[in-house]
């Protein structure tokens, strides 16, 4: 309308409508008027311009209003709404200048607290205070009332179902192992590589088998194990791990809780890097071990060999972490280690270790997975399956391969994973072999997955353990018979072709040329 000054817009305003620009604080202005520690105050204070406002929107509309509408978990998904508005557009604004990892594990915690919570938040605010007081907010530098902030948000956003939580919980710690990552820190285990190991042997163990992961990061492991098992109806919520570090251990036990284990029943400590350097557990401990143990590392060269090194002598931490897990199986139990895929074909005491795995009835399947499944890393890997020396079953010490690096899907330019169907393929695929085993049938393998070998072969092989290198071998079918009369009458076929062809070509030049010149070409 002519007349009429229409409020100006920023660049900011246009291009993220429902976030008000960031101002930056004055300088004299103390720690507590940061904006993060004051959130909704200050949204609340900030008018939606008219020419901005949504469809059904009165005029004086705030930011804070806005913020309200879409937290206020009245609809089923409340808790995933307000965490993946915390985790998404909006984090950038709560946090102000607090480190992501810092505000995530504010998060984190404050998402456990919303699901395990028995009192109606008034708990959850007496965690928070000692939760607080074990990260030693600088209270010069952050906001201490973020926490709050956040809180108060999530309080009023529970969740509508246990598998709402779950995705809630599942959705800020991986996105927290993300960021360790990027900053040098562990790996978290892929959710695809977790549920194929966990399944895998979920499937095959007894339903009350109580899941152990010497080297447990923050659980993710263990709570796939507990998913699979209750999807097999198992009743067993124990669980047991060590962590490296103190948050690490805080962690596993929020993600365990979340994922139905009973405080009770898990048991987490701390743990070395390498259990080289102080083994953890008594051998023949654990009916079931699965772990995703560091990769690439090399022992101190005047470290003693420890009485686990049953095999061969390993100076990298891959080799030891595989020889301890076989270690603390029971006579009847099993293991899934994820390794480097160079840990199936490297020379020198790798392969030594190698041998006396095979040799001694160890090794009961190899798995390669795709490339690209972690974050932050193109690295390999291969799932080995493990058992003790005496299980019933697998005659011959047969080893089956599956090679799975066909399988899965991109998410990301830069990251893959396996899809439902895969995973369930793979599992079945491993199940299926411990199966016949067990009943003492043979099992065939399946033509483009997977192959049976014998250690004969594998020895013939040089102790090479490469799935793709048995698999693919199997698929290359010997060539058929020739026969050298139809060949040398088909070979003057092509010939007689190839001069007709060359003639009609010269005799199409010739015509090109003539009606070039016609025209002065």
């Not at 009165?58 to 009245?74: E, N």
């Not at 009973?262 to 070395?272: D, I, N, Q, S």
């Not at 401990?285 to 049953?310: E, G, I, M």
């Amino acid at each position: 309308m002519a007349g009429v000054k229409r409020p100006a817009v920023s660049n900011w305003e246009r291009r993220y409508p429902d976030y008000p620009a960031p101002v930056a604080p004055q300088p004299d202005s103390g720690p507590e008027q940061f904006r993060a520690g004051e959130v909704m105050a200050w949204l609340s204070g900030r008018t939606v311009p008219v020419n901005a406002l949504l469809p059904g929107e009165p005029t004086g509309t705030t930011y804070g209003d806005r913020f309200r509408v879409a937290l206020t978990g009245r609809a089923a998904g409340g808790l995933l709404v307000a965490v993946r508005e915390l985790t998404g557009p909006g984090a950038e604004r709560m946090r102000g200048s607090v480190p992501l990892p810092l505000y995530l594990n504010w998060l984190l915690f404050l998402v456990h607290c919303a699901i395990v919570e028995d009192d109606g938040g008034t708990g959850g605010r007496r965690s928070l205070d000692q939760f607080e007081q074990k990260q030693e907010v600088p209270e010069g530098k952050y906001p201490r009332g973020l926490p709050a902030a956040l809180q108060d948000l999530l309080d009023r956003n529970p969740p509508s179902s246990p598998e709402e939580a779950r995705q809630a919980f599942d959705l800020v710690l991986g996105l927290l192992r993300d960021a360790d990552a990027r900053e040098g820190g562990d790996f978290l285990t892929p959710p695809s590589v977790s549920r194929t190991m966990a399944g895998a042997l979920a499937a095959v163990q007894p339903l009350a088998s109580m899941p152990h992961d010497p080297y447990c990061r923050t659980g993710e492991l263990l709570t796939a194990y507990l998913d699979a098992a209750a999807a097999r109806g198992g009743e067993a919520r124990s669980v047991s791990g060590r962590v490296l570090h103190e948050r690490d251990l805080r962690n596993a036990t929020m993600n365990l809780r979340v994922h139905g284990a009973e405080p009770t029943h898990v048991y987490l400590a701390k743990g070395p890097f390498t259990p080289a350097i102080e083994p953890m557990d008594p051998p023949g401990s654990f009916d079931t071990v699965l772990t995703n143990p560091p990769f690439a590392r090399r022992l101190p060269d005047d470290a003693p060999p420890p009485p686990y090194w049953t095999y061969g002598p390993a100076r990298r931490t891959e080799f030891d972490w595989l020889q301890y897990a076989a270690s603390l199986l029971t006579p009847q139990g099993r293991a899934a280690v994820l390794m480097p895929a160079g840990a199936a074909f490297n020379e020198g005491a790798a392969r030594t270790v190698r041998t006396g795995l095979v040799e001694n009835g160890v090794v009961e399947c190899v798995m390669a997975l795709p490339a690209r499944l972690f974050e932050h890393t193109a690295i390999s890997t291969h799932i080995w399956f493990l058992r003790a020396p005496g299980v019933p079953g697998t005659p011959e010490g047969k080893v089956l391969f599956v090679d799975a690096t066909d399988l899965g899907h991109s998410v990301s330019r830069a990251r893959h994973a396996l899809a439902d169907g895969d995973i369930a393929r793979l599992v079945q695929e491993y199940a299926s072999w411990c199966r016949a085993g067990a009943e003492g049938h043979g099992h065939p393998g399946t033509p483009g997955l997977s192959r049976v070998v014998t250690p004969a072969e594998i020895t013939a092989h040089d102790n090479s353990l490469n799935p793709l290198l048995y698999t693919r071998t199997a698929e290359m079918a010997p060539p058929p018979a020739v026969d050298l009369d139809k060949a040398k009458h088909r070979l003057g076929e092509l010939a007689a072709e190839l001069d007709h062809l060359d003639s009609w070509a010269l005799s199409v030049q010739s015509d090109v040329n003539r009606r070039l010149r016609r025209y002065g070409l």
